[in-house]
């Protein structure tokens, strides 16, 4: 969303109610344009209401990344990815 422009200002405002974070086997993203000022993004995660911090079930262990060039604010967000590391493998 923000290729075509030299700087960005992005904020996800996210509602009061459940989240969640899942993987998806679908492939890759593929963006509709190309990023000519490579990291001009300057992102804001926030809850809709400041006073109740929203939730988010975290289910990608290591697996999500993005490159945020000029800044990374995260307000009354919190993720929980406690059950995520929880595998067969791990469990007794």
Known sequence: MAAPFKRA???????????AMIRDNDGFYMPNRYDDWSQNVKLTIRSQDPAN????????????KFLV??????E????????SINTPHTQA
């Open 9 to 19: 200002d992005m904020i996800i405002t996210l509602k009061t109610g459940t989240h």
């Open 53 to 64: 911090p929203v939730t988010i079930r975290y289910k990608l262990r290591d697996s999500f």
């Open 69 to 74: 060039g000029q800044g990374l604010t995260i």
């Open 76 to 83: 009354n967000v919190i993720f929980q990815a406690a059950d």
